[in-house]
């Protein structure tokens, strides 16, 4: 059975303490892999998609890498306004579904 | 990016009754999916609704519940019927655009 799973739960940070967000996957042939944000009583917002192993892409102070089993979301030097709750998601095979996993809350202080 | 906007983007209704909504995107779309967002909890695909053919539910959803229209290719509906308080959710359209999935704002049902 395709399976996403999201750690941390919950991440809290300092202002421009740099950290890591994993998701590792377990999936019959991935399609897609796909990082989305989500901030309270909104749809998600689209960040990256990645699609083979060794694929990285960045976007402001964000970067998602991609392996065989896992994909990382880099934040580095976080700022308040990236607080909110980053989704991870697979699709498999040739189904275009998304495949959720249950998110990481990212509380930055100031 | 595809630009996608929903209508309600809240309700309160009573048990027993339907609520519609509708997903309207500002591009034309092959694919559109609905996805349901139960409290405090990830998403999940009720349905994939493609131009021209009957929508195609997964596992635990069924059409008499959740009917779907997809009438051209830059909108859809998702009805919620007969709705009890388990049906409490936020209800998001999403489409594929090129490769990536964009969700609309949703719609933040509560059944009474």
């Known amino acids: 059975e395709d399976q996403v799973t999201q750690s941390p739960e919950a991440l809290r940070l300092q202002e421009g303490e740099s950290s890591s967000l994993n998701c590792s996957y377990t999936?019959?042939?991935?399609?897609?892999l796909f990082w989305y944000r989500q901030d309270p009583g909104k749809g998600p917002e689209f960040l990256f998609t990645?699609?083979?192993a060794g694929e990285e892409k960045e976007k402001e102070r964000l970067k998602a890498t991609l392996t065989k089993k896992e994909s990382f979301l880099h934040i580095t030097a976080p700022k308040p306004e990236d607080s909110a709750t980053y989704l991870c998601a697979v699709q498999a095979g040739s189904s275009y579904k998304l495949i959720f996993g249950s998110g990481t809350r990212l509380l930055v202080r100031p | 990016s595809a630009v996608i906007s929903q209508k309600p983007s809240r309700d309160i209704c009573q048990r027993g009754t339907s609520l519609t909504i509708q997903c309207q995107v500002d591009s034309q779309v092959t694919m559109m999916f609905w996805y349901r967002q139960q409290p405090g909890q990830s998403l999940t695909l009720i349905a994939t609704?493609?131009?021209?053919?009957?929508?195609?539910?997964e596992s635990g959803f069924v059409i008499d519940k959740f009917p779907i229209s997809r009438p051209n290719l830059t909108f859809s509906t998702l009805t919620v019927s007969n709705m009890s308080p388990e049906d409490s959710s936020i209800y998001l359209c999403?489409?594929?655009?090129?490769?990536?999935?964009?969700f609309g704002p949703g719609t933040r049902l509560t059944v009474l």
């Open positions: 990645l699609y083979s």
């Open positions: 609704a493609n131009q021209g053919s009957e929508a195609t539910y």
């Open positions: 999403s489409v594929e655009y090129y490769g990536e999935q964009f």
């Open positions: 999936v019959s042939g991935l399609r897609g």
